[in-house]
C-alpha cells in the first residue's frame, strides 16, 4: 500500500481546515517537525539530488526550511504549500497522526 496521496487528490479544504486548527504560536514546532518527517520519507535518490550528499539530511533540513520560511512572503502561502506537500508525500492520514502528537493544544498563547 502506498502512503502517498496523487496531486489530484489532496483535499484542499483539509489543507484548509488544518491550518485553521493550528495555532499561530505553534508553526515553529510545526515546521521543523513536518521538515522532518518529510526528509525520513526521502528516498535517497531525492536526498543525492537536493544536497549531492547521501548523507546530505543536515543539508536538507536547511533547505527545506529555508523553502517554507520564506521571509519575503507571507507566512499563511508557506504553511499551506508545507500542509498541501505533507499531504501529498506522506498522504493526509499521516500528516494528521504527526500533527496531533506534536500536542500543539499544550502551547501556551504568546503575549
Known amino acids: 500500500m502506498n502512503n502517498t ?8 479544504d483539509l ?9 499561530d504560536n505553534t508553526w515553529n514546532v510545526v515546521v521543523p517537525g513536518l521538515v522532518d518527517a518529510l526528509i525520513d520519507a526521502m528516498p535517497s535518490d531525492v536526498l ?3 544536497t549531492g550528499d547521501i548523507n546530505g539530511f543536515d543539508r536538507a533540513k536547511e ?17 499551506r504549500r508545507l500542509i498541501a506537500d505533507t499531504f501529498r508525500i506522506l498522504g493526509d492520514e499521516a500528516t ?3 500533527l496531533e502528537a506534536m500536542h ?8
Open 15 to 23: 489543507v484548509d481546515k488544518v491550518i485553521a486548527l493550528i495555532p
Open 96 to 98: 494528521l497522526h504527526l
Open 63 to 79: 533547505i527545506l526550511m529555508s523553502y517554507y520560511n520564506e521571509p519575503d512572503q507571507t507566512q499563511s502561502i508557506f504553511h
Open 5 to 12: 496521496t496523487p496531486d489530484n487528490c489532496i483535499d484542499l
Open 48 to 50: 543525492i539530488q537536493l
Open 104 to 111: 500543539l493544544d499544550t502551547y501556551k498563547e504568546q503575549a
